[in-house]
């Protein structure tokens, strides 16, 4: 039976900056135009917090069932390591999409009735990801799959259920984070290379190569400061996400020396860090201004 903490890092607390950071942003748009509200943001950082939990143990469910999580280089997997059993591990997922759905729900009651069909879509997407016969994951359309949950329906649904409306703010600023949680799944599937391609998972990393995956982590990194110049044009406070920009350099340095396996895992932890910090000032910044 895994323990207190091996199931805490079996939840990937690492990959918890990709449901933080769209909730901030949005809630920073949302306050650009005089429409946030606290309790809403708070309910929308649950609903995020609980799906990015629950795919990750869906995940650890469905690669360890197939066996592609038997030679993994990064972090502990549960069913893989023969921790905790499969039928455990699905449980915590479906418990994790429950509570979810329940929290989405009290928003689309308080806001819009289809927003329950979006968060139906994000729970399906977050179980076929590696769920399934066919798992979209398996076929490089992971990092897709991140800009369009975490990126435009999180941060354009985070501003609409406070705003009630969406507008070009929010969209630049949904390009930025959806590009920073791509570029942590583009770390983590760089690491991963060697044993994806031998277990059969075609994740992007695997089909661009070790070379193009690296310029594709550079490029997803500069894309948030491109964004914050462009924001200049709702406040001059969007500069400030450039404090963001050193944390950025160091996430992409492994990356960009060539690093390999464990060595890797700095650039998947600094990524996060450098969404997180651009995420905060941003959204401090659309709040003042």
Not at 106 to 132: D, E, K, P
Not at 195 to 207: E, I, N
Request: hydrophobic share 55%; charged share 10%; aromatic share 8%.
């Amino acid at each position: 039976m895994a323990s207190t903490a091996q199931w805490i890092e079996g939840a990937r607390p690492r990959t918890l900056p990709n449901a933080i950071a769209p909730v901030l942003v949005g809630t920073g748009a949302a306050a650009s135009l005089d429409g946030a509200v606290v309790w809403k943001a708070l309910v929308a950082l649950l609903v995020s917090l609980a799906l990015i939990i629950g795919v990750n143990f869906a995940n650890d469910y469905s690669d360890g069932i197939r066996g592609t999580d038997d030679e993994r280089v990064g972090p502990l997997r549960l069913v893989g390591s023969g921790v905790a059993s499969p039928r455990a591990v699905k449980f915590a997922a479906v418990g994790c999409f429950a509570v979810a759905a329940v929290a989405g729900l009290v928003l689309s009651l308080a806001s819009a009735w289809w927003l329950i069909l979006v968060g139906a879509f994000c729970i399906v997407g977050a179980w076929y990801y590696t769920g399934g016969k066919n798992p979209y994951g398996y076929s490089g359309f992971g990092e897709i799959s991140v800009f369009v949950y975490f990126g435009l329906i999180a941060v354009l649904g985070t501003q609409f259920v406070q705003a009630e409306r969406i507008d070009w703010v929010g969209v630049v600023a949904a390009v930025a984070v959806g590009a920073f949680s791509s570029a942590v799944l583009v770390a983590n599937n760089l690491r991963d290379i060697d044993t994806d391609a031998v277990s059969g998972k075609r994740t992007l990393a695997v089909r661009l190569g070790d070379r193009w995956t690296r310029v594709l982590h550079l490029v997803l990194l500069a894309v948030p400061f491109v964004v914050s110049v462009v924001l200049v044009v709702r406040t001059p406070w969007a500069l400030v996400g450039l404090v963001a920009l050193p944390f950025a350099v160091r996430a992409n340095t492994p990356v960009r020396s060539g690093s390999l396996g464990m060595a890797l895992i700095p650039a998947l932890r600094d990524t996060g860090l450098a969404m997180l910090a651009w995420s905060l000032a941003t959204m401090l910044a659309l709040t003042l201004g």
